[in-house]
């Protein structure tokens, strides 16, 4: 029961990351500003044509209003899952119409990155008090690695700093979640580096 509880939780997650600013007339300026972000980079990663961005858009903002009517709904879960399968079935097949076969690929490859991170947030199950924290900290240490990244220091340099942005990102999660969600956050660090080393070995 647990298992299927949190298959509908991610999949509702899934779509609802944009739902929440599907109607911009609502939105404070911290919210546009989030809402412009994502779709920039999604048009960015897919490469969009100016005649692509409009369609994309709404067919973006359309379905997240669907998920989030959806979500508030008072249907039994079962009902809900049923119906968000529906919407995201609508929703790609929409998709595929308006993208080129090889933006759909690195579409539908961004859906099944975000799953897993979104996946990941589920596993951690963070509080109501630990949520604004955990993002603060992910966001502080987000913006320092980009700064490291595109610095002009040597890769020696590069190297001994980002270890110590790691350390103190480890030590400040570490202070703020339980021993099982460190655990957990600390699988999760080692698999994404895992998978960076691969990029680079693929790479040369």
Do not use: C, W
């Amino acid at each position: 029961m647990k298992t299927s509880r949190n298959i509908i939780t991610i999949l509702l997650l899934t779509l609802f990351n944009v739902a929440s600013y599907a109607q911009e007339r609502q939105l404070t300026e911290e919210q546009k500003e989030k809402l412009k972000v994502h779709l920039q980079k999604s048009f960015e990663k897919l490469d969009l044509s100016e005649e692509q961005k409009p369609e994309f858009k709404a067919i973006t903002k359309k379905y997240a209003l669907q998920v989030k009517t959806l979500r508030n709904s008072n249907e039994s879960k079962s009902a809900k899952y049923n119906e968000l399968k529906s919407i995201i079935s609508a929703k790609n097949k929409e998709m595929k119409a308006l993208l080129s076969a090889d933006q759909y690929i690195v579409y539908e490859a961004t859906q099944k990155e975000r799953r897993k991170k979104l996946e990941y947030l589920v596993k951690l199950d963070l509080s109501e008090e630990q949520k604004p924290k955990f993002e603060e900290i992910t966001k502080k240490y987000g913006l320092q690695m980009k700064t490291l990244k595109t610095s002009g220091k040597s890769k020696f340099a590069k190297y001994n700093e980002l270890k110590s942005i790691i350390g103190s990102k480890n030590k400040e999660m570490k202070a703020l979640l339980s021993a099982e969600q460190f655990k957990i956050y600390k699988e999760t660090q080692r698999e994404i580096q895992k998978k960076i080393k691969e990029k680079r070995r693929n790479r040369n």
